[in-house]
């Protein structure tokens, strides 16, 4: 074991005195390198309990322990004694140096572009494999689904994780949720997939609020810095999703194409970087923007533009992109041999919904958006089954 790169020089301490056996020792001492993710992660671990006045902090953190003391790696500082701590409450960074976290935070990016960069525009998945829809900001249930889905962390959990987009804008920490995806993106690529949203998009962001997050928590200056660095990474994110070659995932859902039916190839033909989609390619701000249509909510006219556009026609609820129909789908998935399409960008009053004969479910996993009363929920893709699971976040 001392001679494995995964595990760490304190395995040796551990087998001193009994050597009969070896102790249990800490997932995070095993896997854990000093990085700007791990550092990331355990700033954000700090950033989500409450602490009380009488505690105190022994080395560790500086900038998490209250103090100004940083390092050019950013969150976690090497600090030395005891230092006490104020009181804070939950997802709050109380007294942290903010100048620290978003030096940390910009490292990330800068990583985490390449990453996903250097990723298909369509992912391909195997079940097993967890699938998200809109967090929104919701830091408190990401960490939710965290502990119920990837408690020991992605490395030892035998899934997969999926997020269908939708990361920032309307709940408060967003500057947190997408830290947090970011570094769990680079330290397991094969387990942790992100793809893009309508509101990983500049001018969404800027008419709500992530860029407003971003210069309120860093300063109009090194927010101007993170908001961009962030952006960067979602110019370079995936567009679509398939899992097992039968499920396919998109944030809005299936695209309408000028050749016809949308075909897989033509997603994979998408550019990176992507900074204007609505500009450089209509399937993507197609796949991003799309929503299912209801029969009933269409007139006689809406009815003959349907038929006379394979299915799709003008989506005037949000203004851009196309309703999609029934009959748009089913030939979707036939041409693509597909089975089913699971998509997130509307929320759920149970966390999902399952449309179109079946073969459509929309997720959502930020609860009590907007001020609603919705719950969080998820899909699991596995054994040939799709199981949608609501979870407590109370």
Same mark, same amino acid.
């Given at each position: 074991?001392?001679?494995?790169?995964?595990? *760490?020089?304190?395995?040796?301490?551990?087998?001193?005195?009994?050597?009969?056996?070896?102790?249990r020792?800490?997932?995070?001492?095993?896997?854990?390198?000093?990085?700007?993710?791990?550092?990331?992660?355990?700033?954000?671990?700090?950033?989500?309990?409450?602490?009380?006045?009488?505690?105190?902090?022994?080395?560790?953190?500086?900038?998490?322990?209250?103090?100004?003391?940083?390092?050019?790696?950013?969150?976690?500082?090497?600090? *030395?004694?005891?230092?006490?701590?104020?009181?804070?409450?939950?997802f709050?960074?109380?007294?942290?140096?903010?100048?620290?976290?978003?030096?940390?935070l910009?490292a990330?990016?800068? =990583?985490?572009?390449?990453?996903?960069?250097? =990723?298909?525009?369509?992912?391909?998945?195997?079940?097993?494999?967890?699938?998200?829809?809109?967090?929104?900001?919701?830091?408190?249930?990401?960490?939710?689904?965290?502990k %119920?889905?990837?408690?020991?962390?992605?490395?030892? !959990? /035998?899934?997969?994780f999926?997020?269908?987009?939708?990361?920032?804008d309307?709940?408060?920490?967003?500057?947190?949720?997408?830290?947090?995806?970011?570094?769990?993106?680079?330290?397991? /690529?094969?387990?942790?997939?992100?793809?893009?949203?309508?509101?990983?998009?500049?001018?969404?962001?800027?008419?709500?609020?992530? =860029?407003?997050?971003?210069?309120?928590?860093?300063?109009? !200056?090194?927010?101007?810095?993170?908001?961009?660095?962030?952006?960067?990474?979602?110019?370079?994110?995936?567009?679509?999703?398939?899992?097992?070659?039968?499920?396919?995932?998109?944030?809005?859902?299936?695209?309408?194409?000028? $050749?016809?039916?949308?075909?897989?190839?033509?997603?994979?033909?998408?550019?990176?970087?992507?900074?204007?989609?609505?500009?450089?390619s209509?399937? %993507?701000?197609?796949?991003?923007?799309?929503?299912?249509?209801?029969?009933?909510?269409?007139?006689e006219?809406?009815?003959?533009?349907?038929?006379?556009?394979?299915?799709?026609?003008?989506? *005037?609820?949000?203004?851009?992109?196309?309703?999609?129909?029934?009959?748009?789908?089913?030939?979707?998935?036939? !041409?693509?041999?597909?089975?089913?399409?699971?998509? %997130?960008?509307?929320?759920?009053?149970?966390?999902?919904?399952?449309?179109?004969?079946?073969?459509?479910?929309?997720?959502?996993?930020?609860?009590?958006?907007?001020?609603? $009363?919705?719950?969080? %929920?998820?899909?699991?893709?596995?054994?040939?089954?799709?199981?949608?699971?609501?979870?407590? !976040?109370?």
């Amino acid at each position: 074991m001392q001679n494995l790169e995964r595990v *760490s020089n304190s395995v040796g301490l551990h087998l001193e005195g009994d050597k009969s056996r070896i102790q249990r020792i800490s997932s995070v001492d095993s896997f854990n390198q000093r990085s700007h993710p791990n550092e990331m992660l355990t700033g954000l671990r700090y950033f989500e309990r409450a602490i009380k006045s009488n505690a105190t902090s022994s080395g560790g953190c500086g900038t998490v322990a209250g103090t100004n003391n940083s390092t050019s790696g950013g969150v976690s500082g090497q600090g *030395s004694g005891v230092a006490p701590i104020k009181t804070k409450s939950h997802f709050s960074w109380g007294t942290v140096e903010m100048m620290s976290l978003a030096k940390c935070l910009l490292a990330l990016c800068r =990583e985490a572009q390449g990453v996903l960069a250097n =990723e298909p525009r369509l992912i391909k998945l195997s079940a097993p494999s967890y699938i998200l829809g809109d967090i929104h900001g919701n830091f408190h249930d990401l960490v939710c689904f965290e502990k %119920a889905l990837w408690r020991m962390g992605p490395l030892l !959990t /035998p899934c997969s994780f999926l997020f269908l987009g939708d990361y920032v804008d309307r709940g408060e920490h967003g500057v947190e949720v997408i830290a947090y995806l970011l570094s769990q993106k680079i330290l397991a /690529p094969d387990k942790f997939f992100l793809i893009r949203g309508n509101h990983e998009l500049r001018a969404v962001q800027k008419m709500f609020h992530f =860029e407003a997050e971003c210069n309120q928590k860093f300063g109009p !200056t090194v927010g101007q810095q993170v908001w961009e660095a962030v952006n960067n990474c979602f110019d370079a994110m995936p567009l679509a999703a398939v899992v097992d070659n039968k499920i396919f995932c998109a944030h809005g859902g299936v695209p309408n194409s000028q $050749s016809g039916i949308c075909t897989l190839a033509e997603i994979n033909k998408i550019p990176v970087p992507l900074k204007d989609p609505e500009n450089e390619s209509m399937v %993507a701000w197609e796949l991003m923007w799309n929503d299912p249509i209801k029969s009933e909510w269409l007139d006689e006219d809406q009815v003959k533009e349907m038929e006379a556009n394979n299915g799709f026609i003008f989506n *005037s609820r949000r203004g851009t992109g196309h309703l999609f129909s029934c009959d748009a789908l089913e030939k979707f998935l036939h !041409t693509n041999n597909l089975s089913h399409v699971i998509r %997130a960008h509307e929320v759920q009053q149970a966390g999902f919904q399952v449309q179109q004969k079946g073969k459509l479910l929309t997720v959502f996993s930020s609860s009590h958006y907007c001020g609603r $009363s919705n719950e969080a %929920a998820c899909i699991l893709v596995d054994r040939h089954k799709l199981r949608t699971i609501r979870l407590d !976040t109370s």
